[in-house]
Each structure stands twice: as C-alpha cells, then as structure tokens.
C-alpha cells in the first residue's frame, strides 16, 4: 500500500507546489498504486526536475497533447533505455492506429526489430542531429506520454496479445 508515501508527497507538495523532484516522485507512486490518470500528468516534470531531468530531444513540432490524430502525423522519440523502448513499442502500434502517419525515432540497436514487428509505422535510428524524415511530422511527443493518453486506468491494459516479432531466420 502507498497512501503514507503519497500522503507525505502530497504534503510536501501543498508546501512546495513547483517543486519538480516531488511532483515525479508522486507520479511514481500514484502509478504504483494504480492512480494512472493523475499518475501519467504529473510524471510529465520528468523534463523539468532539476536533479536527473530526462533529456528531451531537439525537435521543433509542438508536443501532442492527445488531441485527434486524424489525418495528421505524428513524431514518437525514445526518451530512456532500450528497455522502455521495448515495454512501450505497444503503444506505438495503438497511436498509429489513430495517426495518417506515425514516425518513430528509437535506438538503433532496436532498429530492425521494431521495423519487423510494427510495420505499420516509419522507424529511424536516434542520431544526435535528428533524421530528416523526422521533420515531416506535425506533432512530437515522448514514448513514455503514449501511456498518459492511451493508459489513463487499469481497464485500459486489456490483453491486446503479442506485438514483437522474433526474427524468422535466427539471431540478428
């Protein structure tokens, strides 16, 4: 159970309401707890926390705020490790779902095995300077804050079944 941490950080934040280390370390409890809705808004002072902030990347697209998608496009950029890369890829495939268009810029390592096992999207390698294609998209937004648009409750983890693809040949 978390409600004395939450508490304390509920606490501490009517005494500090910007204090951006407190907003994220709520967040992460809030999502702990399964409090997913006001979990995802405020895990977004991840940017914005002085200590450890998460890198954003350079883009010049406004960040998309969940509105419609429809006949739009939109940029998905990898935020931590490979590892969230893979845990959130499921959202990606969700989005595009909803996008005309969706570009996803992730770590190269995971290049060829996001491109066989969500085809349906345009993926390019992280590079200091951003591809060209990443330009064309209208919106830009984290990876991870696909989960605050698509997972505002735990109903909404409903199995959707597998969404890698093993390569078919061997190993890679």
Request: charged share 25%; proline share 6%; hydrophobic share 40%.
């Amino acid at each position: 159970e978390f409600s004395k941490s939450i508490a304390a950080y509920r606490q501490g934040l009517s005494c500090a309401p910007e204090h951006h280390d407190l907003q994220v370390n709520l967040s992460l409890q809030l999502l702990l707890d399964g409090q997913l809705a006001e979990g995802w808004d405020m895990y977004e002072a991840r940017f914005i926390r002085p200590k450890r902030p998460v890198p954003s990347r350079p883009f010049a697209q406004p960040r998309w705020n969940g509105e419609s998608l429809h006949d739009r496009s939109l940029l998905v950029w990898g935020e931590q490790g490979a590892g969230d890369k893979i845990m959130l890829a499921r959202l990606v495939r969700e989005v595009a779902g909803q996008a005309a268009n969706v570009i996803v810029e992730t770590d190269a390592r995971l290049l060829r095995l996001m491109q066989r096992s969500i085809p349906e999207v345009s993926w390019v390698a992280e590079s200091s300077a951003p591809d060209a294609s990443t330009d064309k998209a209208e919106f830009q937004t984290p990876i991870c804050s696909l989960a605050r648009f698509l997972r505002r409750d735990l109903a909404d983890f409903a199995d959707r079944g597998a969404f890698l693809a093993a390569d078919p040949v061997g190993r890679e």
